[in-house]
Structures are given as structure tokens and as C-alpha cells.
């Protein structure tokens, strides 16, 4: 060790002062410290849009997951080669196997919904009341009338969105039209009959509150002309994401005839492009922090070459090539972590307030924005994934820091005597 070299501790006190000094604006390198301003500002940005946009598409996702999965079942059971006769011993026996939570008989036909001023094509459910309770989309979501005694009943219950448009409200008549009606000796006659609306509903999904109609099992077992059978047996489970074990469970109950299929074959494609979407927005927006990467990068390099002489006369004084380098490091890493800490909490503080933001924008430019008749949805959703948000700040503090590297082995293989030379 030469006799003018002082061996300091890694990150000393001196190191860190200077660090701190070289990143506060002084007139002579103003232009220095704007760089160091906008990269501060880039990586905030960069890391606050990817947060709320990795939240927007995890909070698509999970409602659309929920609504549709809500409705539909997790898993659905065909009885092979007709119809689905003697449905209700078969729902017992699948409904005693672990990790079943309902079974629910359905019945489900394409009808017309008409009255004087609107006619429009919907989705009839037959179910009965503690089927209809069970699916909690719909049951905790009732804007008007009640699902007591649904069975007993001879109304029907329709989405709101549905109502707007067919223009009735509780108590009205909305005829519905089967094509598929009794059979003549002219060909098969439609079936037509009035019902009364007994609910309104809002599921929050503008797609099923504008085509959805459900009505009791019985009901649409006479309307449908389907005798004692139903169509199809729709079974909840506890977990949605494990389906092999209750399905295998299911098969080996000893039913015959019943082919069973889950909702990742019947949404497989729709899930498929959200993952898609959601990854490749990653990638795209993953630039915007890369950039403001490179702007730490090139104010870090030119901070070295304006700080030449500092350099010289430090390393005259005792100060080591590490030392230096550090000195650099805290520099240019301080803007990335503080950047990136800044934009983490600025894109929570964005998504927590998302839908609020949304309507103010909405209000302030006049227009519609996040329309449900485009979107599906009622309101913009946000749901921040620990392990996302995780990701993208581990990728942001790494990626600052890496920048920092080549700029500080830079200044701290700096000559003193050349640095000196012409001072």
C-alpha cells in the first residue's frame, strides 16, 4: 500500500458526503443535475406505469374470473346420448365428494325477450331457488324484488341492463319466444309465453346484465319442453386453480355416460390472450424504465468528466480506486432507488384511487371513458399482485444500480497526473 494511500472502510462517511454533494445543483454543472433530475423523473414514471398497468391487467383478470366463473361453474357435466334424466340422485353423489361445494341442475335455451316498444335475443338459466342463492353474483347483487320462493313462482328474473332496454321494471310482462316449441303437422309451432319480472339483478358485467334471464327449473323444464330432465349439472369447487383431484373423484363415483369439462376448456382461449396481453405490455413498458436507465448513465458519465480535477486531487490526497468508484455508485444508485421507491408509492397511490381518477378525467375531457358496453366491466379495476409489484421494483433497483457501474470503473481508473495536468 503506497504511504499516501488512506484505507477507509467500504462506504465510509466521507464517501457518501461526497456522493450526496456531487448530486445537489450548483450553476457551474446546472446541466449535469437536470440529466440527474429527468432520470430521477423517468424511473419514477417508468415504474409508477408499469405498477398501475400490471395492476389493471391483474384486476381484468380477476373480475372477469370471478364473474364468469361466478356464473358458469367450475366444472360442467353432460350425460352422454340425451338428456340428462334422474339428475337428482346424480347431484348427490357428486355432491358428497371432497372439495365440492354445490351442485346445481340446469336448464339453458336461446330465446327472444319482447314487448311493445323492444324485442332482443337472451339467455334463459332454469334453476331452482337454492340454486339461484347459491350463485353469489346474482344472489348478492338483487336491485329489485326478492329470489324467496322462486320456485313457487311464475316470474322471471332479468338483468337491469336487460330491463333498460326491454323498458319494464318489477311487475311487468316480458313475452318470451322459444323457437324450438311444439311440433305440428305444419313443422314445429314457437313457443311464446308472458312472464312476469320478479327480479332485477346487477351483476356488474354488462355482457350477462343485458342477455341474461334466469327462471325456475320447473318452469323451464315445461317451457323447454324437457319432461323431468335438465341439460347440464354445473358443480362449484373450493379451489377453482386445483380441478384434477375433484374430477378424478367425480369419475370414480360410477355414474355412467356423464363426460365432464372445466372452465379452462371453455375460457381457454379469452385467459390465454389476457396472459398474452398482460406479458407483452411487461415487456413494452419495461422500456420506458430502460431509458431512464441510459439518461442515469450519460449524466453519471458526463458528472465524471466534469469532476476530473476532484478526482485528481482526491486520489493525490489518499483516496482509493474503490473509494472513487463507490463515491460514483452512491451517486448515480441513489437516483434509482429513490426514483423507484417514489414511482412504487405513486403507482399504489394511483390504482387505490383509479376509478375515482377515471370519472374526474371523464368529467374534466366530456367523454366515456372505460365504457361497459365496450369493456364488459361497470368500473375500472385494480388489483396490485405483491409478487408483480414485487418484480418490477427488484428490476428497476437492479437495473440502476447496474448502470452505475461502468461510469464509476470509469472515474476510478481516472490518471490524477492527467487529471492535474493542465490545471
Not at 246 to 266: C, N, Y
Amino acid at each position: 500500500m503506497s504511504a499516501h494511500t488512506i484505507d477507509t472502510k467500504p462506504f465510509a462517511r466521507f464517501e457518501w458526503v461526497l456522493a450526496l454533494r456531487y448530486l445537489r445543483s450548483r450553476r457551474r454543472e446546472g446541466f449535469i443535475s437536470v440529466i440527474a433530475g429527468f432520470s430521477f423523473l423517468g424511473i419514477v414514471l417508468g415504474v409508477a406505469t408499469l405498477i398501475i398497468v400490471m395492476a389493471v391487467m391483474n384486476g381484468f383478470r380477476k373480475e372477469l374470473f370471478n364473474k364468469i366463473l361466478g356464473l358458469d361453474g367450475h366444472v360442467l357435466v353432460y350425460k352422454i346420448g340425451g338428456d340428462f334424466g334422474g339428475y337428482d340422485e346424480a347431484a348427490k353423489r357428486l355432491g358428497a365428494v371432497p372439495g365440492v361445494r354445490h351442485v346445481l341442475p340446469v336448464i339453458e335455451g336461446q330465446v327472444i325477450a319482447s314487448t311493445p316498444v323492444q324485442a332482443l335475443g337472451a339467455k334463459v338459466r332454469g334453476m331452482s331457488e337454492e340454486g339461484v342463492k347459491a350463485l353469489t353474483i346474482v344472489a348478492n347483487n338483487v336491485r329489485a324484488g326478492t329470489f324467496d320462493d322462486f320456485d313457487a313462482q311464475d316470474g322471471i328474473a332479468i338483468g337491469l341492463r336487460l330491463a333498460n332496454l326491454l323498458r319494464v321494471n318489477i311487475g311487468d310482462t316480458v313475452t318470451l319466444i322459444s323457437p324450438r316449441g311444439a311440433t305440428t303437422p305444419f313443422g314445429t309451432a314457437p313457443r311464446i309465453k308472458p312472464y312476469k319480472v320478479a327480479v332485477l339483478f346487477e351483476m356488474g358485467m354488462a355482457e350477462f346484465d343485458r342477455s341474461m334471464v334466469f327462471m325456475p327449473l320447473k318452469e323451464a323444464q315445461r317451457f323447454f319442453s324437457k319432461g323431468d330432465a335438465v341439460d347440464v349439472l354445473e358443480v362449484m369447487v373450493e379451489d377453482p386453480e386445483e380441478l384434477a383431484q375433484p374430477i378424478a373423484a367425480m369419475k370414480e363415483v360410477g355414474i355412467p355416460s356423464l363426460h365432464f369439462t372445466d372452465w379452462r376448456q371453455r375460457n381457454a382461449s379469452f385467459f390465454t390472450v389476457l396472459e398474452v396481453e398482460r406479458n407483452m405490455m411487461f415487456i413494452i413498458l419495461s422500456i420506458i424504465v430502460l431509458v431512464a436507465v441510459f439518461n442515469i448513465i450519460s449524466g453519471l458519465i458526463m458528472l465524471v468528466k466534469d469532476k476530473g480535477r476532484d478526482i485528481g486531487i482526491l486520489r493525490t490526497m489518499g483516496a482509493t480506486q474503490g473509494a472513487i468508484m463507490r463515491v460514483f455508485l452512491i451517486t448515480g444508485a441513489s437516483i434509482g432507488v429513490v426514483g423507484t421507491l417514489a414511482g412504487c408509492l405513486l403507482g399504489i397511490a394511483f390504482c387505490w384511487r383509479i376509478d375515482e381518477i377515471r370519472q374526474f378525467v371523464a368529467m374534466l375531457t366530456r367523454t366515456k371513458l372505460f365504457d361497459p358496453e365496450v369493456y364488459y366491466l361497470t368500473k375500472l379495476p385494480a388489483d396490485i399482485n405483491a409478487h408483480t409489484t414485487g418484480v418490477i421494483v427488484f428490476m428497476a433497483l437492479v437495473l440502476s444500480v447496474l448502470a452505475t457501474l461502468y461510469p464509476s470503473w470509469r472515474a476510478s481508473r481516472l490518471d490524477p497526473v492527467e487529471a492535474l495536468r493542465y490545471e
